[in-house]
């Protein structure tokens, strides 16, 4: 590829390092070397292994499970770039953390999100890359260009086949309602709401379903899987007509133990399809779980970027 006078570079910590070399395979660079030492008494070190003056780095590191280490590791390798002369440092955090801790729900609680977004941008970071951010008015933390990007492309292409003709696109609630809408539009199908009250952070409650789902095989989309609370609501939809398997498409899976028994104790579930933002060890690779990668949505993107290319036709906002 075409480089400028500042080398692209693709560097990871260690949070999800195979994602970061699919990245860069595809881009065809070389993954920088670096070394991340977790010390006796629990601090992190972390160390950049070649020289990185004026290069255009771009750092890969999904802020899930550990979350704090993982954020903390992040935040430190930002610091080591920009003491090391790095002429721009371009965090790929494909799952940002906190992202549902965007607002005071109640009186004297934190509002972490802003808190990860003013750390990110103290630390060094020039510009900050996210997949389907659980809430877009995060983007406004941020001093720096922000791209969200979404794994919308790639999950509705799965479904994008004769055997889901019969189907109905479902969104888990109001507030995906217009993500969901642009599934429908993609695979042409009918788009189905489900309402919902909260009673804890691990819990809700289906109040109704509104839209035509009789006969249909629902294909119920989200961002994040943790517990699987989602996976509760299908009683709501076969209540309500639906017919045939369910399935499930949803960005981030970080697929807590809960969400796992879930998938074992509903038949109706047929399918979880969900993409590496997060890293799926072995002991989460469930027999109806399906990863699709989303690294050459990725590497497509930091290509535009290093090259001074237009994204605005990629972006695709909820």
Not at 180 to 192: M, S, T
Not at 237 to 249: I, N, R
């Amino acid at each position: 590829m075409v480089e400028s006078y500042h080398p692209l570079r693709i560097f990871t910590g260690s949070a999800h390092p195979k994602l970061a070399q699919r990245i860069a395979d595809i881009l065809e660079v070389q993954l920088g070397a670096t070394t991340t030492t977790l010390l006796p008494d629990s601090e992190t070190h972390v160390m950049i292994d070649e020289v990185v003056r004026d290069q255009d780095i771009f750092i890969v590191q999904p802020c899930s499970a550990p979350v704090n280490e993982n954020l903390m590791e992040l935040l430190l390798y930002l610091d080591a770039f920009r003491r090391a002369s790095a002429h721009s440092v371009s965090v790929v955090i494909p799952y940002f953390p906190y992202a549902r801790q965007e607002r005071m729900a109640r009186g004297r609680e934190a509002i972490s999100a802003r808190v990860v977004a003013n750390m990110l941008e103290m630390s060094g970071a020039t510009r900050v890359i996210f997949v389907d951010i659980h809430s877009r008015a995060i983007q406004g933390f941020f001093n720096i260009p922000v791209d969200p990007l979404s794994a919308l492309p790639l999950l509705a292409a799965y479904f994008h086949t004769p055997e889901y003709a019969n189907a109905v696109v479902v969104s888990p609630d109001v507030g995906r309602a217009g993500l969901a809408g642009r599934y429908a539009e993609q695979l042409n199908l009918p788009l189905v709401v489900m309402h919902k009250r909260r009673t804890s952070f691990s819990n809700a409650e289906t109040t109704h379903v509104v839209g035509d789902i009789e006969g249909r095989n629902p294909i119920v989309i989200d961002d994040i899987m943790a517990g699987g609370s989602v996976l509760k609501q299908v009683d709501a939809l076969y209540e309500a007509g639906a017919t045939g398997k369910c399935c499930f498409a949803v960005t981030h899976g970080v697929l807590l133990p809960s969400a796992l028994e879930r998938l074992d104790a509903d038949d109706r579930i047929a399918k979880l399809v969900v993409t590496d933002t997060v890293p799926v060890p072995p002991e989460k690779r469930h027999p109806k779980l399906e990863v699709l990668s989303i690294a050459p949505l990725l590497a497509d993107i930091i290509h535009h970027i290093y090259r001074g290319e237009s994204i605005s036709e990629k972006l695709i906002l909820q």
